[in-house]
C-alpha cells in the first residue's frame, strides 16, 4: 500500500515540476521580450516578470525537482529489480538530461535575473521543445518498458523535433507578419 502513495507523489511532483519548466521558460521568453520593449514599458514589465520567475522557480520549480529526485529513489527502491532492464538505465538517462537542463535553466534564470538577456525569444522558444521531449522520451520509456519502442519512440522523437521546430518557424513569420 505504502508504494502506491509513494509513487502516487512522485507522479504528482513530475507533473508539477514539468509545469514550473514548461512556465519558467515562457517567463524567460517574456523577460527577454520586456528587454526590447520601451524604456516605460520596460520598467513595468521587468520587475513583474522577474518576481513571478523568482515565485515560480524557488516556490514550485526547485522543490517539485528535488521531491521528484526523493519520491523517484523511493519508487525504485520498492522495485530495484527494474534497474536490471535497459529500458530504466535509458530512462534514467534522459531524467539526467532533464536534470542538466534545469540546472542550465537556472543559468539562464540568474542571467535574466541580473538583467543579462543573452538568448532571443525564438531561441527561447527552441529551449522550452527541448523539456517537450524529455518529458516524451520518459514517459514513452516507462510505460512501454521496451528497448525495441525506444528504438521507434527516438524516431517519433526526431519526427516530434522536427515537427517542433517547423512549429516555432511558422509563429515567428506569423509574428513578423502581425508587427509590419
Request: proline fraction near 2%; charge should be positive; glycine fraction near 4%.
Amino acid at each position: 500500500m505504502a508504494f502506491e502513495y509513494i509513487k502516487a507523489l512522485h507522479i504528482i511532483f513530475i507533473v508539477t515540476w514539468f509545469a514550473g519548466l514548461f512556465y519558467i521558460v515562457r517567463l524567460f521568453i517574456y523577460q527577454a521580450e520586456a528587454w526590447e520593449k520601451p524604456e516605460e514599458e520596460r520598467k513595468i514589465l521587468v520587475p513583474q516578470l522577474n518576481l513571478m520567475a523568482n515565485r515560480l522557480w524557488y516556490i514550485i520549480t526547485w522543490p517539485s525537482a528535488i521531491l521528484t529526485l526523493i519520491f523517484g529513489f523511493w519508487v525504485l527502491s520498492y522495485r530495484w529489480g527494474y534497474m536490471q532492464l535497459g529500458f530504466m538505465h535509458a530512462k534514467l538517462a534522459f531524467v539526467f538530461l532533464l536534470y542538466l537542463y534545469h540546472f542550465y535553466c537556472q543559468k539562464i534564470y540568474n542571467d535574466l535575473q541580473n538583467g543579462k538577456s543573452k538568448w532571443t525569444s525564438t531561441q527561447l522558444r527552441i529551449w522550452n521543445e527541448v523539456a517537450t521531449v524529455l518529458l516524451f522520451a520518459i514517459v514513452f520509456l516507462i510505460v512501454l518498458k521496451s528497448l525495441i519502442s525506444v528504438v521507434w519512440g527516438i524516431v517519433g522523437l526526431f519526427a516530434l523535433s522536427i515537427i517542433m521546430m517547423l512549429g516555432i518557424k511558422f509563429y515567428k513569420k506569423v509574428r513578423e507578419n502581425k508587427k509590419s
